[in-house]
C-alpha cells in the first residue's frame, strides 16, 4: 500500500498552513494552532508546512513533546536545537542570556551575573531570551517556520514559551503548533485564549466525511474503490485518517482486499483489528487495574455502557467501581461522551478490546449478559448466546422472536432474525424449529 497524499479531505486547512509560510517569507508574524484528536491528521498538516518552508529557504525550528515526563522547556529545547546543529547562534551579549541557560544549558553567559536572580527572574529572562535567538533564525532565513507538535503533553515552561513568543508577533516568523483537546487543562486554556485573539487562527480537524474517507482509499490503493469497502471502513474508524489506512492495510494483508486493473475488490470477511490498534489499545487497557478494565470489556461485549446496573452486573463490580472505570477510559483516551453519553472513540477500538480479552472471560460476559432478565424472544440475548458458544440456545431464541415479529406484521425483521436461527442450529429439533420460523415469514 502506498502513501497517501495529505491533502485527501484537508484543502483548506492546507491553503491556511501554506498562506502562513508564504506570509513569513514576506515578513508577516502569525501563530496557528491545529486542533483535533489522535490520528486525525494534525502531524501531516505540519509536515507539509516544514516541507514548503525548506523549499523557501525559510528558517525551520521543529520540537516535539517527550513520550517521557517532560522537563522545563523541553519542546522549546529541542526546537532551537533542531536549527542550532547546522546554523551558528550568537550569544545575545544580555542578560538574556542567563535565562537562555535554562533552556540551553550551553548557551554562553557570562560567570556571575545570575547571582542575585530568583528563578521567577530567570525565568522571565529565558521567555525574551527565546524570542531574540527566534529573531535570529528570522534573520538568516529570511523568514522563519516555528513548529511544535503534540503540545497536550508539553511542559508549562514550554507552554508559556509559547504564549509569549505568540504575542510578540515577530515579524517574519509563523509559529504553527499542534495539540488534542481535552488532553491537558493547560494546553486547553491555551487553545481557549486563542479564540478571542484575532491575531491567531485556531484550525480545528474533524473526522473524514464518507466521500472523503472513500478519496483516501482510493489514494492508498491506488485503485476504484467499491462503496461497500468505503462503508465498512468509515464506519469502523469514524473517519479518522490514521484508523482508516491501518484498516486498509490489515485488509490488503489478510487478502481481503485485492487491486487488479485499477479496481479494488473486497472480500469481507471477519473484522480485522490492525497490529498497531491492537498494541495501541492494549496499552492504554494497561492503566487501569483489572477491575477497571473488566468494565470496559463489558461495555464492548455489550456495545454501549448503559444502563450502569447492567454494566456493573455484566463486569461483576459494584456500580461505584463502573463510575470510576469510565471515568478512566475517557482519561487514557479509549472512551469519550457524545451528547452526554459515554461510548467507544471508535468501534475499532470496542473491537480491540474485545480481541484482546481472554476469550474464556469475553464468553463468561457473554453468558451473564443472556442470562439477565430481557424477554424470551429478544434478539440481542440470543446473540449474546450466540457469541457465548451456545448455538443451539441462540438458534431457539432468533426463531422464537423471528415468529413475534411475523405476529407484528414486520415481515424483514422476521426474515432476518429466522435466517439467524438457521445459521446457528446444531440439532436436528433446532434445525426444524428454524425451518418452521422462516416458513412462517
Known amino acids: ?45 505540519l509536515g507539509e508546512a516544514v516541507a514548503a518552508a525548506r523549499r523557501l529557504g525559510l528558517g525551520v525550528a521543529t520540537g516535539r513533546s517527550p513520550v517521557s515526563a517532560p522537563a ?31 533552556v540551553l544549558p550551553e548557551w554562553q553567559a557570562p560567570a556571575g551575573t545570575a547571582a542575585d536572580l530568583t528563578a521567577a527572574q530567570l525565568r522571565l ?4 531570551g527565546v524570542g531574540l535567538v527566534l529573531r535570529q533564525i ?6 522563519a517556520l516555528l513548529v511544535l507538535d503534540d503540545l497536550h ?11 509569549y513568543v505568540s504575542a510578540a508577533a515577530i515579524e517574519g516568523l509563523a509559529i504553527i503548533v499542534a495539540l488534542r483537546p481535552g488532553e491537558s487543562p493547560l494546553a486547553g486554556e491555551l487553545a481557549r485564549s486563542l479564540r478571542g485573539d484575532p491575531a491567531s487562527t485556531l484550525v480545528e480537524l474533524d473526522p473524514l466525511d464518507l466521500r ?39 485488509y490488503l494483508r489478510a487478502g481481503s482486499v485485492e487491486v487488479k486493473a485499477g479496481q479494488a475488490h473486497w472480500r469481507g470477511g471477519v473484522t480485522l483489528v490492525p497490529r498497531s490498534v491492537r498494541g495501541m489499545v492494549e496499552a492504554r487497557l494497561a492503566q487501569l487495574p483489572g477491575a477497571l478494565a473488566d468494565v470496559l470489556v463489558a461495555g464492548a461485549v455489550l456495545g454501549g455502557f448503559e444502563p450502569t446496573e447492567l454494566l456493573a452486573a455484566v463486569a461483576r463490580c459494584d456500580e461505584d467501581v463502573a463510575g470510576r472505570a469510565l471515568s478512566r477510559g475517557v482519561n487514557v483516551g479509549l472512551l469519550m461522551t457524545r451528547a452526554g453519553t459515554i461510548g467507544f472513540r ?30 424470551t424472544a ?52 433446532t434445525r426444524t424449529a428454524a425451518r418452521t420460523s422462516a416458513g412462517s415469514s
Open 378 to 429: 429478544d434478539g440481542r440475548r440470543a446473540a449474546h448466546l450466540a457469541a457465548a458458544g451456545e448455538h443451539d440456545e441462540a438458534a431457539g431464541v432468533f426463531a422464537a422472536a423471528s415468529i413475534e415479529e411475523l405476529g407484528a406484521h414486520a415481515l424483514l425483521g422476521a426474515e432476518r432474525l429466522a435466517r439467524q436461527a438457521g445459521r446457528h442450529a446444531r440439532s436436528a429439533p
Open 138 to 143: 528570522v534573520e538568516a532565513g529570511k523568514g
Open 212 to 250: 472523503a474517507v472513500g478519496e483516501l482509499i482510493a489514494d492508498l490503493l491506488g485503485a476504484a474503490v467499491p462503496a461497500e469497502l468505503i462503508a465498512d471502513v468509515a464506519a469502523r474508524t469514524d473517519g479518522v485518517p490514521l484508523l482508516v489506512e491501518e484498516v486498509v492495510d490489515a
Open 1 to 45: 500500500m502506498r502513501l497517501a497524499t495529505v491533502v485527501v479531505g484537508r484543502e483548506a486547512e492546507l491553503d491556511h498552513l501554506m498562506r502562513a509560510v508564504h506570509g513569513a517569507r514576506a515578513g508577516q508574524p502569525s501563530f496557528t494552532l491545529v486542533a483535533g484528536d489522535g490520528g486525525v491528521g494534525k502531524s501531516r498538516l
Open 346 to 375: 471508535h468501534d475499532i477500538i470496542r473491537e480491540a478490546v474485545l480481541d484482546i480479552a481472554m476469550p474464556h472471560v469475553v464468553a463468561q460476559m457473554h453468558r451473564r449478559a443472556a442470562a439477565l432478565p430481557a424477554g
Open 72 to 102: 522545563p522547556f523541553s519542546v522549546i529545547t529541542e526546537a532551537l536545537r533542531s536549527w542550532s546543529r547546522g546554523h551558528p547562534l550568537t550569544p545575545t551579549r544580555s542578560p538574556f542570556d542567563q535565562g537562555l541557560r535554562l
Open 153 to 163: 503533553a508539553a511542559d508549562p515552561d514550554s507552554l508559556e514559551v509559547v504564549r
Open 125 to 128: 529572562l529565558a521567555l525574551e
